[in-house]
């Protein structure tokens, strides 16, 4: 079945176009639009979705995340989407903080949301365009500086794999990308898991945000 999706923004034009091209390509099975947190609140309570996209639109930063934490602490599997106004990695980590999966910007296009789509209903996080190349500039920046948060560090490999994995990319694409074996993509990413000591892609991400490995 597919998954339900509710956006809080502003009724306008370009929001009801994306729901209907978003239903009509079968992405979503049914997409409510809210206003208010009153209402988005209500419906996440009887009807919760699996998915809740919330645009910058409609709310000043600090009500977004609020609004965030009242979401996550009414049901922790609803997968956030923040719509942001060019906001810069501060904000961004305090978003995927607070517990949002996903953060694109208002200028990404309809194929980045989809993709976003795709990989948190594989589990994964994703970062548009916009945040992904600061984050990356900032890595390949500090490659030759050693962390001090990490006893061991990482390779020059595993370093390369974790922009990947910070850049949304599946195993499968990185092995693409790499031209390396899924299995050795899959060690490569239990090491970093290891080395870091979080447990998922989303701990990875997280920990380099939040010891300033990429920021």
Sequence with gaps: MKPILNIFDEPLLYTEGLSKLLIQNKIFSSIEIFNSCESLYENIKVHPPEFVM???NIMMLTEIYQCIENIIAENKKIKIIVIG???????????????????????????EFVRSVNALSADEIYICEYAKQMMINFISNEQEKPNPNIKDPLTRREMEILKLICDG????????????????VET????????????????????????????
């Design 188 to 215: 490569h990413r239990k090491r970093i898991l290891m080395k870091l000591n979080v447990k998922n892609s989303v701990g990875v991400v997280k920990y380099a945000l939040e010891n300033n490995i990429i920021n």
């Design 54 to 56: 919330i645009s910058s």
């Design 85 to 111: 106004s060019s906001y810069d990695v501060t904000v961004i980590r305090k978003l995927f903080n607070k517990g949002i999966k996903s953060y694109l910007d208002k200028n990404s296009s309809y194929d």
């Design 169 to 184: 990319y599946s195993s499968k694409d990185i092995s693409e990308k790499l031209f390396i074996s899924i299995n050795t």
